[in-house]
């Protein structure tokens, strides 16, 4: 049994030893955080931690497309229905986003949520706006569209719609086998040209990805989700990221064969990122999980960012420098050949776009 006290302090704690079903084990304060909530041990040894149920709140959004200028990304725009991730992957760059909700980036993040209802309504009517210019749409680029609470919301589907409605081209990343839900509207889009999507697969180790990505699909249900995606017409590209330096960075070119294998017409690959508080949260998972391989993962990751455990600059977040992540990049080049796999998907169509009429519209006579 736990109680928690509220503490001034900043410094990260353990709120729990291990919670059931996540991929954190910590809960540490963000980067804007004054208050810290703190595991007190009550005297019983338990051998597991509590069960976490997820929260889910609705938020208002104001508006809905996400717009970047980031030289070392291929779109500028993006939707993200959710903030936080039930999926839990214990890598995920997107973790320190929760701090600007003044939540913590460890189990917050993967337990409390807030997805925004009113996304396609917004999404509609910021794309009917008369100075709107279509370029393609990405998402899942920071949490996933597809995570489970999806299953009860249905808001990526009702965005999905939209975009179909419009005739507005998007790139769409996950990891959720829920994706198949939405693949008769999918397959109206691929038809003209209007959609592609990326499926990320980590690891072919089903136990590794299990403690990795507690509440993922395993990798052969994702793979699956490949094959019929591409057998319904839909271009994928299977994703081998992130490539985690000395843990999964062998599996490379047998993730890539399994996403040709199974369909894939393209793929592309990422380097571990672990900014901010991501960097505290994997080392402690490392430790807890695959403790005698801990010290060479980190020792890679930093040989790829020189000598940090991350380097944001652009161009050098996603692929690293120097010898090791040359040689990964070399890798990676040689195998996409043997393969045929492709390292660009086809261009999505813009010119198709029209903002559909509406209830009270007058129609054209032409």
Not at 11 to 17: C, E, I, L, T
Not at 275 to 286: G, H, I, K, Q, T
Request: hydrophobic share 40%; net charge positive; charged share 25%.
């Amino acid at each position: 049994m736990f109680y928690f006290a509220v503490m001034q302090s900043r410094r990260p704690q353990d709120v729990f030893s291990r919670a059931l079903g996540r991929g954190a084990a910590r809960n540490p304060s963000g980067r804007f955080q004054s208050q810290e909530a703190e595991a007190a041990d009550t005297g019983w040894d338990l051998e597991e931690g509590p069960i976490l149920r997820t929260e889910l709140r609705h938020e208002k959004a104001r508006k809905i497309i996400t717009r970047n200028s980031s030289p070392d990304l291929s779109f500028d725009r993006s939707i993200n229905p959710y903030r936080g991730c039930e999926h839990g992957c214990i890598y995920c760059f997107a973790r320190p986003s929760h701090a600007f909700l003044d939540l913590s980036p460890g189990l917050d993040f993967e337990t409390k949520l807030s997805v925004k209802p009113n996304a396609p309504e917004l999404l509609a009517k910021e794309l009917s706006a008369p100075s709107y210019k279509p370029q393609v749409m990405a998402i899942g680029t920071n949490t996933d569209p597809y995570q489970p609470v999806e299953l009860r919301t249905g808001v990526m589907r009702n965005c999905l719609k939209v975009l179909r409605d419009f005739k507005h081209p998007v790139a769409i990343t996950t990891k959720g086998a829920l994706i198949e839900r939405d693949i008769d509207i999918l397959t109206q889009m691929a038809a003209e040209g209007l959609v592609a999507v990326g499926i990320s697969v980590t690891t072919l180790d089903p136990a590794l990805a299990r403690k990795m990505e507690p509440r993922v699909p395993g990798p052969k249900r994702r793979l699956a989700s490949i094959e019929r995606l591409s057998e319904a017409g839909i271009p994928v590209r299977v994703c081998a990221s992130p490539m985690i330096p000395g843990l999964t960075d062998h599996e490379l070119e047998d993730i890539l064969k399994a996403g040709a294998d199974t369909g894939a017409v393209a793929s592309s690959w990422i380097l571990l990122r672990l900014p901010y508080e991501v960097s505290a949260l994997f080392r402690d998972w490392l430790e807890r999980e695959v403790p005698s391989q801990a010290a060479k993962v980190m020792a890679r990751v930093r040989d790829a960012h020189g000598g940090k455990d991350y380097d944001a600059a652009w161009h050098k977040r996603m692929r690293g420098e120097g010898l090791y992540a040359q040689m990964i990049a070399q890798r990676y080049k040689v195998a996409i050949r043997r393969l045929g796999l492709r390292e660009k998907m086809d261009d999505l169509r813009c010119d198709l776009f029209k903002v559909p009429p509406r209830a009270g519209d007058q129609l054209s006579l032409f």
